[in-house]
């Protein structure tokens, strides 16, 4: 399935390497990943989340908070995989894995592929997918703008609060198959956005240059939640772009917040490759 970075030629898996044609040659590191980023413009140690970062995710997500979001991705690419023999899924920014091994789970017969230009991201993503028991799922270090799979091979691609590429996900995907882009909708969090800015606004919608793609559905999933602790704040204001934004003095009124009730609001979009 994967292709090499450098010349483009189909990687085959040997032992625990993968191997082009032209001998590039990648190893498949300890917990489970392939780093098929080049160092081409980029520095591949520092790219993406931290462990802290990726920690904060972890613990927040494992409350169950966004699990309406998972249990909504999971039905949809259920239903969209169905009748496809051995169908063909890729995460694009899969972060520690969350949604990607959920996917894994639900849909056992699909191969799952979660690339994310962090290393420490796709190493957690690979110990959560064992510890689940998911053999279905497979994950590389590699960036949405350059994929290391060849044309055509994909029947969904899924961008979780993620960076959206039209030519690669065109390239990738079959034609018909399904780019599921998922955003925040305008009240996400604002109970969070409440408490540390003095005028809270509320989100944008994002706007996507796909000219590749048709809008074929889409659906908001909204609901409210509440912070049950400091640090499941805390966890959560860490994975959020609020966290770069944010003053120290606005920040430190996540101290004593919980109990912190809040609004969650994901759009989820459905594109059709034509």
Request: with cysteine; net charge positive.
């Amino acid at each position: 399935m994967y292709i090499c970075p450098i010349c483009k030629k189909k990687l085959k898996l040997s032992e625990k390497s993968y191997r082009c044609q032209n001998r590039h040659c990648f190893d498949v590191a300890a917990k489970g990943y392939v780093n098929l980023l080049t160092t081409k413009g980029r520095d591949p140690s520092k790219a993406g989340d931290d462990k802290q970062m990726l920690r904060s995710r972890t613990d927040f997500l494992d409350t169950g908070a966004y699990q309406p979001l998972a249990d909504t991705l999971c039905k949809v690419i259920g239903e969209l995989t169905d009748g496809i023999k051995r169908p063909v899924m890729i995460d694009c920014g899969c972060g520690e894995g969350y949604y990607t091994v959920a996917a894994a789970a639900a849909v056992k017969e699909a191969e799952v592929y979660g690339i994310d230009i962090s290393k420490n991201g796709t190493a957690h993503a690979a110990s959560r997918a064992r510890a689940a028991g998911c053999q279905n799922a497979h994950f590389a270090a590699a960036s949405a703008f350059s994929l290391p799979f060849r044309e055509g091979s994909a029947d969904i691609i899924l961008s979780v609060f993620a960076p959206v590429t039209n030519d690669e996900y065109a390239r990738v995907l079959k034609k018909g198959g399904r780019l599921i882009v998922v955003s925040p909708t305008e009240r996400h969090l604002f109970g969070l956005k409440a408490l540390i800015y003095d005028e809270p606004y509320e989100n944008k919608p994002n706007r996507y240059s796909l000219r590749s793609f048709k809008l074929a559905n889409e659906q908001r999933v909204e609901y409210t939640f509440t912070l049950e602790s400091d640090k499941q704040a805390k966890d959560l204001f860490a994975m959020t772009p609020y966290c770069y934004k944010t003053s120290p003095e606005a920040a430190a009124r996540l101290d004593g917040c919980a109990p912190l009730e809040t609004e969650a609001g994901f759009l989820v979009q459905e594109y059709i490759r034509e």
